[in-house]
C-alpha cells in the first residue's frame, strides 16, 4: 500500500519536530525584516516612525479571504459575532510588507493566474510579558478560514478574539506561561490590558499572536501590513516568483510551501487530531509512519512503487480509504489534512486500534514488511518518550 523501497525508508533520520526604555521597547510596528522573520525574530520600531497606511479611501478592508475570485478584499464589520466555517483556505504563500500593502499590489496579486483567494491583514510586533511577539489584527470571521483545521472549527477560540481577548499559538501560551481568562498588559503605541482567550495553532512561520481589529486599531498596528495568498493549482515557487515580481523588495515573501515551513511541529497536532478517528491508536504510530514515508511531507512525491503525498499512499488504496479531512470538498492525496486521517482510517480498518499483535498487522498491512513494523514501532516509542 505504501509500498517505498527499504533503502529510501532507511534514510529517513530521527527528526525532532518542530522559544529600557519606553520608546524602543513599543510596537506599533512594523513586523519583522525579511531575515528575523524566517527566524520567528521581531525587530523593534520606535514610536517616532508612525504606521505607513495605504492612501485614505483607496485601502481595502483588511481582515481575510474575499471568497470569490477577481473580487474586492472585503471583511466582516461586526467582530462581535463570529460568522460559521465555511471553508478551510489553505495559505500557499505570505506576504509581509516593510509598510503598509497598496490595493494597486493586492489587485495584481489577484490577476496572476490561479490565484482563487487573498487576505489582507493588520499587523506589528508588540511586547508581551517583556518578549516582541509578532502579531496579526484580524476580522475573526474572515482569518479563521486561513487557519489549520482544528483551529478554524474552534468556534470557541474565534468568539473569543471577537469579543476582543487575544489568542496565541501554543508556542507562545507555553513560553510565555500565559493563562487564557487572564489579563496581560501588551504594549505597543498604547498598553491595553487584554484578556488571553485561548491558544491554538496559528499556522503561520513567526506569527504567534492574533488581535480583533478594533485592538489592533487601539494599539496602532499597521494597517495592511501582510497578504496571505491562496493558489491551490500553481506550482508554489512559480507563484512565490510571480509575487515577488509584483513587491519588487518592498516585502517578504515566503513560500510557505517550502521545507522550512512545512514544520513537523505542524505535523505532530495533524497526527493527534487523526489518531481520535480510532480509540486505541496512539498518534505516536502514525507520527511515525509519516516520518519513514516522507519525513513529515518533505519528500512526498511519487515513489518507485508509485505512492504518493505525505503518508504515501498508492492512488488504488486512496480511492477507498481517502478522506476530505479538511473539508474542503475533495480528498486530496498531496494534502496532509486529508491524507493524515486517511491513514488513521486505514490502519483502524486493519485493527490498529486494538493493539499487541493487531497493530503490528495493521502496520505490516500499511506496508509488507517486517523491517518496515519494527521501524515505525520503535520511532513511536521514540515519541512517546520525546512527548510524554
Known amino acids: 500500500m505504501a509500498a517505498d523501497d527499504e533503502a529510501r525508508a532507511a534514510t529517513a533520520r530521527p527528526h525532532t519536530p518542530p522559544g529600557r526604555g519606553r520608546r524602543l521597547a513599543v510596537a506599533g510596528l512594523a513586523l519583522a525584516s525579511a531575515a528575523t522573520l524566517i527566524a520567528g525574530v521581531v525587530a523593534a520600531v520606535t514610536l517616532e516612525q508612525p504606521p505607513t497606511r495605504a492612501a485614505a ?42 509598510t503598509g500593502i497598496t490595493p494597486q499590489q493586492v489587485q495584481r496579486v489577484r490577476r496572476i493566474k490561479g490565484v482563487r483567494d487573498v487576505g489582507l ?153 487523526a489518531a481520535r478517528r480510532c480509540p486505541g491508536l496512539s498518534w505516536t504510530v502514525l507520527a511515525a509512519i509519516g516520518q519513514v514515508e516522507s519525513d513529515h511531507g518533505r519528500n512526498a512525491g511519487r515513489s518507485s512503487a508509485g505512492a504518493l503525498g505525505p503518508m504515501q499512499f498508492l492512488p488504488s488504496t486512496w480511492r477507498h480509504y481517502g478522506v476530505d479531512g479538511d473539508r474542503d ?30 497493530l503490528y498487522d495493521a502496520v505490516y498491512a500499511y506496508n509488507h514488511a517486517h523491517w518496515y513494523v519494527q521501524k515505525v514501532l520503535d520511532l513511536a516509542r521514540a515519541y512517546a518518550a520525546r512527548y510524554s
Not at 470569490?68 to 509581509?96: E, F, H, K, N
Not at 510579558?129 to 470571521?141: E, K
Not at 474552534?154 to 489579563?183: C, T
Not at 494534502?335 to 486493519?350: G, S, V
Request: glycine share 12%; net charge positive; proline share 9%.
Open 57 to 98: 479611501g483607496t485601502g481595502a478592508p483588511a481582515g481575510g479571504p474575499t471568497g470569490l475570485p477577481g473580487g474586492p478584499v472585503t471583511s466582516v464589520i461586526d467582530t462581535r459575532q463570529v460568522a460559521p466555517l465555511r471553508r478551510v483556505i489553505p495559505p500557499d504563500v505570505l506576504v509581509v510588507g516593510t
Open 121 to 273: 491583514v493588520d499587523g506589528g510586533a508588540v511586547q508581551l510579558r517583556s518578549r516582541l511577539i509578532n502579531t496579526f489584527a484580524v476580522d475573526p470571521s474572515a482569518f479563521r478560514s486561513w487557519t489549520p483545521p482544528a483551529t478554524a472549527r474552534d468556534n470557541a477560540l474565534w468568539e473569543a478574539l471577537a469579543a476582543d481577548r487575544f489568542v496565541v499559538s501554543p508556542k507562545a501560551r507555553r513560553e510565555l506561561r500565559l493563562n487564557p481568562g487572564f489579563p496581560y498588559p501588551i504594549v505597543a503605541r498604547t498598553v491595553p490590558t487584554v484578556t488571553l482567550g485561548g491558544s491554538g495553532d496559528l499556522g503561520l512561520p513567526g506569527i504567534d499572536m492574533l488581535v480583533s481589529k478594533r485592538t489592533g486599531e487601539q494599539m496602532g498596528l499597521v494597517r495592511d501590513i501582510a497578504l496571505l495568498v491562496n493558489a491551490p493549482r500553481v506550482d508554489p515557487a512559480r507563484l512565490t516568483r510571480s509575487v515577488e515580481a509584483i513587491f519588487r523588495g518592498t516585502a517578504k515573501v515566503l513560500n510557505l510551501n517550502a521545507p522550512q515551513y512545512r514544520q513537523a511541529a505542524g505535523y505532530l497536532d495533524l497526527y493527534r487530531q
Open 329 to 358: 470538498g475533495k480528498a486530496d492525496i498531496m494534502n496532509p489534512y486529508d491524507a493524515i486521517p486517511a491513514a488513521a482510517r486505514y490502519l483502524c480498518d486493519h485493527g490498529a486500534g486494538r493493539g499487541g499483535r493487531s
